[in-house]
Structure formats: C-alpha cells, structure tokens
C-alpha cells in the first residue's frame, strides 16, 4: 500500500520567548462581571458554524451578571462598541472597562435584542495568572499571535512569515485588519484565513506605545500545510491546521499500538503499547 500524504511539510512557526508572558491576560486585571462565555457556535458537529457573539454559560450567583438579569444561553453581542465573537475577545474587552462605570452590553435572548447597563467591580482575591495564551497561524502569516488587553500581539515569526517584508516584528500589536476591529487571536487568524490566499490585508498596527500605522502585508499564497501522513497500520502523524495539536503512532491496529504521542497545546502525553502512560502534566486548555 502507497503511503498516504496531504499536503507539504513546511517549518514550524517557533514558540513565543518567556519574556512574553508578561503579555498575557492574567486572572484578575479588568472588571469583573461574573459570567462565563462560551463560542455561540450551532453544538453540532455534523454542520458546525459559528454566529455572531458569545453565548453565556454560566452567571456567577451575586455578580453584577446575576444583578442584572442575565442568564445562561443569553447571548452577548458587543459590548460598548466592541463585538464580541469568541470568549478571548469578550475578555479582552472586559479586562480594559474601569471598576464602578456602567458598560452597556448588547443582548439577545430568543429572537429580541436588549441593551443591558451593569457595572463592572473588582475580582474578590487574584487566582495565579494562567499560562499566555498564544494561537498558531502557519497558513497565512506563518506566526504566533496572543490575545492582550490592548489588541492582538504578534508573538513570534517564522523565517518565511510575510509580516517580515511589512517590516513587522515580535511585540507590535495589530488594532484591525482592512478596518476591522480585532479583539482576539483565534478572531484575527479566522480573519486571515478566511482570505484568499495570496491576497493583500491592510494591517492598523501599534508599536511601544506609538500612534497606529498602516501596513500592507500580502497573505501566504500556499493555501494547505502538512497535516497527515501515514502508512496504514504501520505509522500516521496528523497535526490540526493551526498547528494547536498533532499525534503520531507506530503499528497502530485501532484498540492496540505499539507506541502514540500526543501533543495539544503544551500537554504531551507518551503512550507504550496501549498500556503504559507519562505526561507533562501542563494541564494548559487552549480552547
């Protein structure tokens, strides 16, 4: 039997440096409003898409959520003028409202749209920061990006990366993309990867505090990367597309292998013939 491959290998995008951390969002910044967020996708594998907004999954009892009528499945919208698409994005925002001033949240519940007023306050007691939260896009800009209070950082850069030619660099945060707002890492790479590739995006980017610039940068015009190769029984690797987790196995036969890897996110597990297990134990959940 042939092997089976999609697509090329290409490099990977390196990590972001440890010095990053000091970029991530950390548990208690920002006003704290007592609910928990979920992507307002449609739960459906068999025909998954995304709508606007996140969907509340949680209200924590006496927040000023509960205070002001929220519930879970209620779905927020923007808020201030701020949309919010994915839970990153929806923090973000939170994490730069002052203490003690209304915010305006738009709401939908069913089929009606309200504009909720509450007032963030401070988180009661700061939990450890967790670890910095970055995504992987090897498919349009060969680079890491993190989500920040102020925008969406760039992370790291691959030697190939397109932003080099827009004279880009690790640090600089990109505040929209053709004039579109971006509040979040997982938005931003939807964003690019929604283009087609080999086109042109216009990039508002902030650096050290200075006033946002323009810069053009033109998109990978390689539209796939290597996610699968295998030879049946004997060996396969698989990565997911935005490179958050990749697997390979030696003399796979589905209920026994002789040895799996697993990788998602910075949690890798090794796993000896179907039986014997050692893991990293970094726990870290990218989702």
Same mark, same amino acid.
């Given at each position: 039997?042939?092997?089976?491959?999609? =697509?090329?290998?290409?490099?990977?995008?390196?990590?972001?440096?440890?010095?990053?951390?000091?970029?991530?969002? +950390?548990?208690?910044?920002?006003?704290? @409003?007592?609910?928990?967020?979920?992507?307002?996708?449609?739960?459906?594998?068999?025909?998954?898409?995304?709508?606007?907004?996140?969907? @509340? !999954?949680?209200? @924590?009892?006496?927040?000023?959520?509960?205070? +002001?009528?929220?519930?879970?499945?209620?779905?927020?919208?923007?808020?201030?003028?701020?949309?919010?698409? &994915?839970?990153?994005?929806?923090?973000?925002?939170?994490?730069?409202?002052?203490?003690?001033?209304?915010?305006?949240?738009?709401? !939908? #519940?069913?089929?009606?749209?309200?504009?909720?007023?509450?007032?963030?306050?401070?988180?009661?007691?700061?939990?450890?920061?967790?670890?910095?939260?970055?995504?992987?896009?090897?498919?349009?800009? #060969?680079?890491?990006?993190?989500?920040?209070?102020?925008?969406?950082?760039?992370?790291?850069?691959?030697?190939?990366?397109?932003? /080099?030619?827009?004279?880009?660099?690790?640090?600089?945060?990109?505040?929209?993309?053709? &004039?579109?707002?971006?509040?979040?890492? !997982?938005?931003?790479? !939807?964003?690019?990867?929604? #283009?087609?590739?080999?086109?042109?995006?216009?990039?508002?980017?902030?650096?050290?505090?200075?006033?946002?610039?323009?810069?053009?940068?033109?998109?990978?015009?390689?539209?796939?990367?290597?996610? /699968?190769?295998?030879?049946?029984?004997?060996? /396969?690797?698989?990565?997911?597309?935005?490179?958050?987790?990749? =697997?390979?196995?030696?003399?796979?036969?589905?209920?026994?292998?002789?040895?799996?890897?697993?990788?998602?996110?910075?949690?890798?597990?090794?796993? %000896?013939?179907? %039986?014997?297990?050692?893991?990293?134990? /970094?726990?870290?959940? &990218?989702?």
């Amino acid at each position: 039997t042939l092997p089976a491959c999609a =697509s090329r290998p290409r490099a990977p995008v390196p990590a972001p440096l440890p010095e990053l951390e000091a970029w991530a969002l +950390a548990v208690g910044e920002g006003g704290f @409003v007592g609910l928990s967020t979920e992507e307002n996708d449609s739960g459906s594998l068999d025909s998954l898409f995304f709508d606007p907004g996140v969907r @509340v !999954r949680e209200v @924590v009892p006496n927040s000023p959520g509960e205070a +002001a009528g929220f519930q879970p499945g209620d779905v927020i919208l923007a808020v201030g003028d701020a949309s919010t698409d &994915d839970p990153a994005a929806f923090q973000a925002t939170l994490s730069g409202a002052p203490i003690g001033e209304p915010l305006t949240l738009n709401v !939908r #519940r069913g089929d009606t749209v309200y504009d909720v007023v509450l007032a963030p306050v401070a988180r009661q007691g700061a939990g450890p920061p967790p670890d910095p939260l970055w995504r992987l896009d090897p498919a349009r800009t #060969r680079a890491g990006w993190m989500t920040t209070p102020d925008g969406v950082r760039l992370a790291s850069l691959a030697d190939d990366s397109p932003l /080099h030619a827009a004279e880009l660099r690790v640090g600089d945060v990109v505040l929209a993309i053709d &004039d579109t707002e971006q509040h979040s890492a !997982r938005a931003l790479i !939807r964003t690019l990867q929604g #283009r087609p590739p080999g086109s042109a995006v216009r990039l508002r980017v902030a650096r050290d505090g200075n006033a946002p610039v323009e810069r053009e940068v033109t998109l990978i015009s390689e539209p796939t990367v290597l996610t /699968h190769v295998g030879i049946p029984i004997l060996f /396969h690797w698989d990565q997911a597309t935005d490179g958050s987790t990749s =697997s390979w196995a030696f003399i796979d036969l589905w209920l026994f292998s002789l040895f799996d890897y697993e990788r998602v996110g910075r949690e890798k597990t090794w796993c %000896l013939l179907s %039986l014997f297990e050692v893991s990293t134990g /970094h726990g870290e959940l &990218d989702a």
